[in-house]
């Protein structure tokens, strides 16, 4: 293909037919394509809002005329079933419907363990109490030997494995603890400056950036 029906191509290409490129210029369609693709051109919000041309245009006004305009009213808002339903349709109904209290078929009971992630990824078991309420199985099998988990405090894994809930390896902890668990206090102080040094660079570096 000549540099020159190239650039014509280019030229057309976001606002006109496709076809109609082809047919002109006597190339396959999908060197067209390539061509638009490898020079990141593509058609314009004119072209595709033409229903006549595009077929997102097409989809955008095809039925139109069968939608609910805005501000609609159903004809059944507040009323009964009985009141716009005969009754030979309503006894159908019911038998397809689901009865009041129903559940899905993959409900938990009370007392099921399901096994999931937090935010940052880890698995924990859980335990269902009662509906809608679930709470870390670890906590469960803690409470059940010791009572109610004390305020301010956390029940933690000795091995840190969040899925070994075993009671001896469980230990209560205080908040404040098992925060200078997870911070630079655990490590020695030449492994603590050496963290401090690189926390400085990168604030350094991302300041840098920003700027």
């Given at each position: ?121 880890i698995k924990y078991y ?85 700027n």
């Open positions: 293909m000549k540099q020159a029906i190239k650039d014509k191509i280019l030229e057309l290409y976001p606002y006109t037919d496709t076809k109609e490129i082809v047919e002109k210029y006597g190339v396959s369609i999908i060197k067209v394509y390539n061509l638009a693709s490898y020079h990141g051109v593509k058609k314009n919000q004119e072209y595709l809002d033409n229903w006549k041309l595009s077929g997102r245009g097409q989809i955008i006004n095809h039925g139109a005329k069968h939608r609910f305009p805005k501000g609609h009213k159903p004809h059944n808002k507040g009323r009964k079933l009985s009141e716009y339903t005969d009754q030979a349709s309503i006894e159908k109904i019911k038998k397809t419907s689901f009865k009041k209290g129903n559940e899905p078929h993959n409900t938990k009971h009370d007392g099921a363990i399901s096994l999931r992630c937090d935010k940052s990824g859980y335990y269902r109490v009662s509906k809608a309420k679930w709470i870390p199985y670890h906590h469960k099998i803690w409470m059940d030997a010791n009572g109610k988990v004390p305020k301010g405090h956390i029940v933690v894994f000795k091995d840190k494995n969040s899925l070994n809930c075993k009671l001896e390896n469980l230990e209560l902890i205080t908040y404040a603890e098992n925060m200078n668990r997870n911070t630079i206090q655990r490590y020695p102080n030449e492994i603590k400056q050496a963290l401090k040094t690189i926390i400085k660079l990168k604030k350094i570096i991302n300041g840098k950036e920003q």
